[in-house]
């Protein structure tokens, strides 16, 4: 299985500002993806990252709300940009392909709370 | 529209007792389905798929195209399975796109 961390692990921000989430694994992988989790809430995809093209993102995101970007097999980012109290929530990153096979493997996730 | 329901939010039994999580889903192709599962304070992980026809930590899920099912069960619940469990549902395209069920949450009480 692939092993996956995220930094930070949690983040208190400030309306209007931005917070990037990085999500590293530990082998390279195919696929790599982003999800939020809102409370009491299931998983939510918000884009697929592509290795070296714009991110696919899901009906209800955009990239100017949440830019991603995956420089490599092995690592991307997501920017929650211009942040308001709705985007606090749990992001997580998840991965397949290489070791991972076709199994999704996810991290821990980074609990984001915006005041 | 391709879906999953788990249609409990909270299922409480005690220990020793059977388990059945339920989850249906929509898809008109041939799915690939999923449980994960997510223990306090710890990351989602994979328990079982539907491909393996595998037993994991006693629980097992049998697909039942007709039904569109996928339901979770274990026949003598323990303690340490208290968990929030999720149904997933992928769709075998070139995308690898999985759609999550809402969740439930299982507490096994002593």
């Known amino acids: 299985s692939a092993v996956i961390s995220q930094k930070p692990s949690r983040d208190i921000c400030q309306r209007g500002t931005s917070l990037t989430i990085q999500c590293q694994v530990d082998?390279?992988?195919?696929?790599m993806f982003w999800y939020r989790q809102q409370p009491g809430q299931s998983l939510t995809l918000i884009a697929t990252a592509n290795q070296g093209s714009e991110a696919t993102y899901e009906s209800g995101f955009v990239i100017d709300k949440f830019p991603i970007s995956r420089p490599n097999l092995t690592f991307s980012t997501l920017t929650v940009s211009n942040m308001s109290p709705e985007d606090s929530s749990i992001y997580l990153c998840s991965a397949l392909g290489g070791r991972a096979t076709d199994t999704q493997y996810f991290g821990p996730g980074t609990r984001l709370t915006v005041l | 529209a391709q879906r999953v329901t788990q249609p409990e939010k909270l299922l409480s039994v005690f220990k020793g007792a059977p388990v059945e999580l339920k989850c249906n889903y929509s898809y008109s192709g041939s799915p690939e389905l999923f449980w994960y599962v997510q223990y306090s304070r710890q990351r989602l992980q994979l328990l079982l798929r539907?491909?393996s026809r595998e037993s994991i930590k006693g629980f097992t899920a049998d697909l039942n195209k007709g039904e569109t099912s996928f339901h979770l069960k274990k026949p003598f619940a323990q303690e340490e399975d208290s968990a929030m469990y999720y149904c997933a549902l992928r769709i075998p395209s070139g995308t690898y796109k999985y759609i999550f069920g809402t969740g439930t949450r299982l507490k096994v009480l002593a």
């Open positions: 082998s390279q992988v195919t696929m």
């Open positions: 539907h491909i």
